[in-house]
Each structure stands twice: as structure tokens, then as C-alpha cells.
């Protein structure tokens, strides 16, 4: 009979995290340590020579998140933007990208300012839509990149039929999963060649590392970068590899629990008179509400909504809450709050902000793990303080 798989909690808190041989703990050890010594002449013990090529703390995280990811391969590197920096080697000059239109603004930068220096263009389509993507392919388009959801208006790609889309074309499809994390969204099983992620967010999830990874099931993908893993060295240290894999163990439960608040608030906030539109997945009036149904496993806990008033409206509100902390990033177990516009995408141009929809009245929540009744309170106290003065 065949042994049944084991489930996403089970494997968080056990794939490559046998106890310790030599002591039997039961915790990884972190171990902080730069080189190691060898049995003789090019016999290294285990595998191990330098931590910058491996560390046996990075490799049960890699071996971890690949696990949860349903990976063979997990790679593990010092920021989201390092890894998003070694996927584009899978590039060479005179390849395309084509982007999804609405991504985080660091990825944004990276493409436009980075990898335009070396011969890889990069364009920008509403991957939501297929026939546009479709129609967007040129014999140079050698990688797409999705954000499903994006960052910050939340929307969804099919990523099954991109997945074919890109397989057609002799293309690559990475997915940055960070939003989702792989307990409510698997790209790798709906045909993604690469998944990304900063796990500095949810997989952390504590706001108290910095953090990116790899993750596929492609062998010739994970030897070419392994290769520049090593060959450039944007590699985590040990304790942050400890931390991030400790932030794995409680993902599963911090995820509903995200999910849960995001959805109520998500609801408050449509029902709110302050408040033009909202940007859930989970309410029934998103555009893509049916294919979050079939691709996630649930709605995630970003937020994004319109607030009546424009710019001054908008500042009353991120200045007037108490438990959502004016801050960029997300993830964390604390509710945040920022302005996209003016903070996590001031490096798109203004224009292309406006073609989005990142309006000056655009507001993002990172809903965390408080208590609801809390985050409801000062969420409608907020509102109300952002009401357009009456004379």
C-alpha cells in the first residue's frame, strides 16, 4: 500500500527538519559558520565547503519551502529582488519579457533599468487578459513574468492557460507567488516553470527578516541557477534561514486567519459610503472572482480600495489609524497600511500609475492577525476621519 502523502502543516513543521544527529534536538541549529573542515584533498564532509555555495541551516529551509511549494528544487536568496535578479539569468541579451502591467514596483525598476542595460527588453500586458498576452508574443519572448494577484489591484491571471500560452511559444513562466504563498496558491502544478517568492512577507511573516526564494521542478532551470546562486552569492545568512523556516512552521494557520480578516474587512469597506471601490478577490464583484474560486484556495489578505476625496482624503485616513502602522512591505502578523502612489510604486511613472488605476486615492492593506473587532474599530474611525470636511 502506498504511504499517503503528508499534508501542508505537517510537512511544514517536518520536511528537512529531522532532529539533530548529534544531540537529538529537535530544532534546526543555525549553523553560523562561513567554511568548514574537510576529511582530506577534496573530500568535503556532506557536500559542504563554503556557505556561500551551501549551509546546512539554507538547505532544510530550501528543502522546507521546495516541500510545501511541491517542488524538487527550492533555492533560497538574501531578498526577493535578489532572486527576481537570478531568475532574469535564465535570460541573454536580445530575449523579451513580457510582464504582467501591474507588478510591484521594484520588479518594475529591475526590468526597465537593469535588465534593459543588457540587452533584455521588457514590455508590459494585462496578463488577466489571454488574447492580449497571446497577441503580445513576439519569436524574442522568451520568459513570462505573472504577479497573480498583483500588486496593488489585485488581479488574477489564469495561470493553466498561460502556462500553455508560454509553452507554445518555447517560453518560460515564472509566477511571483508572494501574495499567496503556496498554502493557498500552487503555480508549479498549474504548469508555472519557476515560482518566486520575497520572503520577507507571509512566509516569514513576522516583519523581522528579509528574504527570497526559487522554487521549480524543472532540472536544467534549477542547475542553471544553482550555478548562479553561487556564481553571484546574493545568498541569506544562516539566521535568517532559521527564521524564515521557523515563520514556515505557523503558516498555514496565520494564512486562514489573514484570510478571514481580509475577507470581513473587505466587505465593511464595500458597504462603506467613504469608500468608491474595493479590490478583494473574495467579494463577488471582482472581475475575477470566479477563477480565484478554482486557481486559490482562498482570498489572501491584501486589500486595496478607492477612497473618495483623492489625495487629502487618503492622507487623513493612513494618518489616522492606530493598528494599522503607516508602513511599506506586508505579510507580517501586524495590519499595515500604505499609499502605492506615493510609496511602494513612486518608481512607476506617473502616467503608467494613472493607466492602472494607481489613482492618489488608492489606499493597500496588509490585514494582519489581530483580533477583528479591533481592526474593524479602527478601520470605521479612520474612515470617518477621512470624510471630506463640511463647511
Known amino acids: ?27 534546526v541549529p543555525i549553523y553560523q559558520t562561513s567554511t568548514y573542515a574537510q576529511e582530506g584533498l577534496g573530500k568535503p564532509r556532506q557536500g559542504f565547503e563554503y556557505s556561500r555555495t551551501d549551509n546546512p541551516t539554507r538547505r532544510a529551509y530550501e528543502t522546507c519551502l521546495a516541500a510545501l511549494e511541491g517542488a ?8 526577493g529582488m535578489a532572486a527576481t535578479a537570478t531568475c532574469a539569468h535564465l535570460l541573454r541579451a536580445g530575449d523579451e519579457v513580457l510582464c504582467s502591467d501591474d507588478v510591484y514596483g521594484g ?17 508590459y500586458v494585462d496578463t488577466s ?30 495561470l493553466t492557460a498561460l ?21 493557498l496558491q500552487s503555480p508549479l502544478k498549474l504548469g508555472a516553470d519557476v515560482v518566486v517568492h520575497s ?18 521542478n524543472n532540472d536544467a532551470i534549477y542547475e542553471t541557477l544553482k550555478f548562479h546562486q553561487n556564481a553571484i552569492g546574493a545568498v541569506p545568512g544562516p539566521f535568517d534561514c532559521w527564521l524564515v523556516m521557523r515563520g514556515l512552521k505557523t503558516l498555514a494557520l496565520r494564512m486562514d486567519r489573514h484570510c478571514q480578516n481580509a475577507h470581513a474587512l473587505s466587505e465593511l469597506l464595500a458597504a462603506h459610503p467613504q469608500v468608491a471601490q474595493v479590490h478583494y478577490p473574495g467579494l463577488p464583484a471582482h472581475p475575477h472572482h470566479l477563477l480565484a474560486r478554482t486557481q486559490m484556495r482562498g482570498f489572501g489578505g491584501m486589500i486595496s480600495f478607492e477612497v473618495k476625496g483623492g489625495l487629502e482624503s487618503a492622507r487623513k485616513l493612513v494618518q ?5 502602522f503607516l508602513a511599506e512591505s506586508l505579510g507580517g502578523v501586524e495590519s499595515l497600511i500604505e499609499h502605492p502612489a506615493i510609496m511602494t510604486h513612486a518608481s512607476l511613472p506617473p502616467e503608467r500609475r494613472a493607466a492602472l488605476g494607481i489613482s492618489d486615492g488608492l489606499i493597500r492593506l496588509s490585514v494582519g492577525i489581530e483580533n477583528l473587532t479591533d481592526l474593524r474599530a479602527d478601520l470605521e474611525q479612520a474612515l470617518n476621519a477621512a470624510l471630506p470636511s463640511r463647511v
Request: net charge neutral.
Open 107 to 123: 520588479t518594475f525598476r529591475f526590468f526597465t533599468r537593469v535588465m534593459e542595460k543588457f540587452g533584455v527588453t521588457t514590455r
Open 72 to 79: 524538487r528544487h527550492g533555492l533560497a536568496f538574501a531578498s
Open 1 to 27: 500500500m502506498a504511504e499517503q502523502p503528508l499534508s501542508f502543516e505537517t510537512l511544514a513543521i517536518h520536511a528537512g527538519q529531522d532532529p539533530e544527529p548529534v544531540t537529538g534536538a529537535v530544532v
Open 320 to 324: 489616522s489609524t492606530r493598528l494599522f
Open 199 to 216: 520572503a520577507t512577507k507571509y512566509l516569514g511573516g513576522h516583519s523581522d527578516v528579509v528574504g527570497g526564494a526559487l522554487l521549480t
Open 129 to 158: 487578459d489571454l488574447e492580449v498576452t497571446r497577441r503580445a508574443l513576439t519569436d524574442r519572448t522568451r520568459m513570462l513574468w505573472v504577479e497573480t494577484p498583483t500588486n496593488p489591484m489585485l488581479k488574477l491571471s489564469d
Open 163 to 183: 502556462a500553455g500560452i508560454a509553452r507554445d511559444a518555447g517560453a518560460y513562466l515564472a509566477v511571483d507567488n508572494t501574495f499567496m504563498t503556496p498554502y
